[in-house]
């Protein structure tokens, strides 16, 4: 119902749902597409088994050189340590009252998991929020797959959920800008931008699932199957531009609340490679 979502300013915006950790890529969008895409609070709602294919998936739909701008909760966060008694799974790794799950990030995990490398920092700056990438290993230690790293192993092999695990679906939404010639009614192939946000968890007492029901199978049009993280290049699939630590302390004068907010964020680049994508 927004305006400006119907008939913006410049471009077209189209929005779907996706589950970031599937094997198959959103409708509509081709492998190597893509120019950025946006992830904030996204990689911390799945489950630490589906981050591999999730990487899989946006180095999949990137562009060679394109762009991740990255923002998810860093360790010691205040929403991790007011969790209570009974919510924690495993190492930084709890459910919450709606039945999502959210993991608590280290630097050096997001560094590994993007590049395939052990990254050293050191903190950078009098208010210690950003960091400097101190050495970034050429070579990786798994060649062939993009490794999850070790808490995720841990996580697969010891947590007994039934079977059970988040939708993982993410609202996706692709900004398409357009330049039609002069007197010409066609839209030219142009750059796109993904946003991806997680979904809200579905209410408790009226599905026994987690996160968004499934689209009704006569709407469901069988997208572009995507590779596996085994299908893909060797490490690094990922250069890291930046990576830093946002630390802030948000104070709530009306209720007398402090707040202290830990979040990472980053940008990272997709590597050119000699490899058909």
Sequence with gaps: SNPLYNDPPLGTVHASVWDL?????PEGLEPGSVDIVVMVFVLSALHPSE???AIANIFTLLKPG????FRDYGRHDLTQLRFREGRLLDDNFYIRGDGTRVYFFEPCE??????????????????????????????SPTPNHTPAIPDAHKLIEQLNLDGEKPEGQQLVSTLTPTHPAPNSTET???????LLSPTPAADESSSSNLGIPPTPAEDVITPRPSPLPSDLPPHPLFTIS????????LVNRKKQLKMYRVWLQGEFRKNHLNTTQ
């Design 110 to 139: 997001i560094g590994k998991l993007l590049t395939g490398s052990m990254i050293e920092f050191e903190e950078d700056g009098p208010q210690l929020r950003m960091l400097k990438i101190i050495r970034q290993e050429e070579d």
């Design 51 to 53: 981050w591999s294919q």
């Design 21 to 25: 950790s599937s094997q198959t890529l």
């Design 242 to 249: 930046q990576l830093g630590i946002d630390r802030r302390l």
């Design 188 to 194: 030219p192939a142009s750059d796109s931008t993904i």
């Design 66 to 69: 394109g762009l991740i701008v």
